[in-house]
Antibody, heavy 121, light 105 residues
Framework: EVRLLESGGGLVQPGGSLRLSCAASGFTFTSYAMSWVRQAPGKGPEWVSTISGYGDSTYHADAVKGRFTVSRDSSTNTLFLQMNSLGVEDTAVYYC??????????????WGQGTLVTVSS | EIVLTQSPGTLSLSPGDRATLSCRAS???????VAWYQQKPGQAPRLLIYSASNRATGIPDRFSGSGFATDFTLTISRLEPEDFAVYYC??????FGQGTKVEIK
């Protein structure tokens, strides 16, 4: 059974940093691209970042480019999202998601339960 | 940047009804990369359809997808009580539509 478990969310002040983690199990981690998708309260999902199976390629939405960095550790089957220079607009539930085996452009077939990030003074 | 516009915003139907949800792209997209998700309150999105018309693993056959170019449709042939939720389309693993809420009439 595929399992994705996010952690690391919480309350942070504007301008602060946070590192999210996503522990993956139940599948061959390096065989799948992984992504972060966020959802602000009452809004639809918003793609944030994607990393290839072996971590050699990364992609970030314009809204977070230069502030967020996605990475992965195949020795622990963990996905990370380093978030710097956080603003109130980054307040959201952050989900990690596994891309379909055909590639991440096809969509995401497994999702974690999400971790809430609140940016507020 | 491609924008996905879903309509209607809310669909009020009864169990057993047929639901037809629309997703229109601001420019032509490859149907290979169009997906649909279902989301219930407090839950993560769930993949229903990928490549415009392929059901994801475990998705009942009352869900079907169609379309090409700029117009895509998700159809639920006969609504079950558990189908009342918000539905999102997505293209290229990146852009999401704003969602259609299917509510009980």
């Amino acid at each position: 059974e595929v399992r994705l478990l996010e952690s690391g969310g919480g309350l942070v002040q504007p301008g602060g940093s946070l590192r999210l983690s996503c522990a993956a199990s139940g599948f061959t981690f390096t065989s799948y691209a992984m992504s972060w998708v966020r959802q602000a309260p009452g809004k639809g999902p918003e793609w944030v970042s994607t990393i290839s199976g072996y971590g050699d390629s990364t992609y970030h939405a314009d809204a977070v480019k230069g502030r967020f960095t996605v990475s992965r550790d195949s020795s622990t089957n963990t996905l990370f999202l380093q978030m710097n220079s956080l603003g109130v607009e980054d307040t959201a539930v952050y989900y990690c998601a596994r891309a379909l085996s055909y590639g991440w452009y096809f969509g995401f077939d497994s999702w974690g339960q999400g971790t809430l990030v609140t940016v507020s003074s | 940047e491609i924008v996905l516009t879903q309509s209607p915003g809310t669909l009020s139907l009864s169990p057993g009804d047929r639901a037809t949800l629309s997703c229109r792209a601001s420019q032509t997209v490859s149907r290979t990369y169009v997906a649909w998700y279902q989301q219930k309150p407090g839950q993560a999105p769930r993949l229903l359809i990928y490549s415009a018309s392929n059901r994801a693993t475990g998705i009942p056959d009352r869900f079907s997808g169609s379309g090409f170019a700029t117009d895509f449709t998700l159809t639920i042939s006969r609504l079950e009580p558990e189908d009342f939720a918000v539905y999102y389309c997505q293209q290229y693993g990146v852009t999401f539509g704003q969602g259609t809420k299917v509510e009980i009439k």
